[in-house]
């Protein structure tokens, strides 16, 4: 049975004051039967399943959209979008389910299952039309931040591939993500939407802003949990926030309820983040797709350390020199599992999720019964983040 | 005395079509007086003096933007926008020397060359503020496309100074770029308009686009003044023909007029690159900030190789194994100077120079002294860009 854990003291003051007035709030919308409470979301909805469809479209599209260029950057670019290497697509299936959690006309009709054939820079008339385009938009951002974070970081693998800057070099890596930054721009600009416009243009400015505070941040820093938040915010959260919001925007929503489509965006993208950053320390490199201990290796304090050095101060110098001297890796693993580091930071996670719940919940009510699955879809994915183990 | 070179037979077909009309027009506009005709209009007006106080103002704003953020940050991309270091300033100049030229209320008011202190994402309401954002934006994807651009083509020297990837490292340079990329865009959303967001995001992608033609170039390609014309277009003329295009947009000129200050951004910048090229082959190492012959030594050929190709074949093969095999840059440099290659790509320079003229002629009635200066201004620029020495 899925029991909410809510928010306490315990939350290190993080970004918790937007949904505060929706915790309290009871769900108007829940028009299950009496029982169905207590069964999981998770069982009762897939989520990835409910807008497979629309998603299979969306992902074409964007396939077909970078082999439209030019040949080299064809070939790079969709090494990230080709079947069976796209990720999870947590973010279109959050974005898609959005759109029908707030719509008021049932599920999107066939015509919009199609794959949209005009070009980037033509303005779609259609309401799901640009709910889509802003599910590209965001796909394409998050993989040119990839690309970039990639050359950056001198990472050598990703989602169990080989990265891009290993198979193409970084030069192909660096144009294939502006590329993919300039296509995601002039897509954006076709929506000729002021608000939207501004919204996911000040993503990209986040992004980089988080890889920036990760690059440069000096030895307090490091120490910190509140950095540690401020830098997930701009480099995941952002992203999944803003484009949520546009969503609800695009979809003729008032501004209280984009907020609360930002507030699920955000808590959900934290959550997903402090998830990913246990992951490192629990998952094998197998499942990870990924080399397990990744970010200690790469010199990164994540929250599970970040809590474990709380009950072992020995570690504040380790992270401090970014676990650059011989043995520190391991010993700070050793100490990370001797501590309530990973319980601690799966708890943060688990309060961002139910904040993201409440958000949810404080919506009004839905108006049609496809639009309450996808609410309960857009809850299940909230349990997903927290309990995958990859 | 200035004579204008009128296009002929000889400009192998170089992007000739849309000022067609114009050339056989006479100028409505010219109020100057009998025998000024016959004057050099760089010896009637300096260009850069004419707006160089708002020059100022605009370019303060840029090195305050780019303070106003992350610490290491700062230090790179302020490196480009520092005193002494921020080039020849011509698109800026350009684009605020178009927005006189065609405005019909005589000089900017002292107001508008004071310093803009809002913030990037606030929308200025003020026509002369959105033009001033216009030469802002262009400046930032300007030297964005160079921080990318060095990295990708491991330049060592941009300005006479190192270049940013060699002094903070390519990561910085990367972020740098993407940084200014997306401030960019931020500050371009707050315009909202429609019709110049798409404008300038389009520009985006013809850069990355140009880049990409000449990464990904086949040995056919090299041989090919067509594509050397099509890669100069979205690498250098694309901005400023676009950027033009957008002042006289937001200036509330119709879309014949805009097409004008299209035409002549474009045919400034083709005519601009061109005489960059020729650089490389005369210019000296000091004069230039960058080692002469630094595009064979990329293994780029430009207009004066592919020119000197037509009289000696012998080059063909070079070109194609880009000046590779030992003594290749010697015997391309030596075959150059031995053709009419200088001399033909010289006159294709002042084809489009004499182009731009064109499309400032054909605009409508000057409203205001000031702006028939200005447009006096323009043509110097044409001038000054065929004549410059560095």
Redesign the interface.
Known sequence: MFKRSKPGGEVIGLLLDSVAAAQSATPPWRLAPAGWEDVRYAERVDPFLLVKAEIDSVSERLRRGILS?????ERAAEYFFKLGAEGKRLRPTMLLLMASALSTVGPPADFFLSVDERPA?IHPMEQRRRQQRVAEITEMIHVASLM?DD??DSANTRRGLMALNSVFG???A??AG??L???A??T???L?D?EV??LL??V??D???G???Q??STEEDLLSLEFYARKTFFKTASLMANSCKAIALLGGQPAAVAQLAHDYGRHLGLAFQVVDDVLDFTGSALALGKPALNDLRSGLATAPVLFAAQEHPELLPLIQRKFRSAGDVDTAQRLVFASRGIERARELAAQHASLAVCAVEAMPPAATTHALQCRDALLAITERVLTRSK
Chains 1, 2 share one sequence.
């Open positions: 260029g030019i040949p080299v950057l820079n970039h050359v950056i970084n030069k192909v660096i144009l502006d590329f930054l300039a296509r721009s002039v954006l600009a076709a000729r002021s416009i501004q243009s000040q990209i400015e992004l980089v802003t890889e920036i505070l690059m440069t």
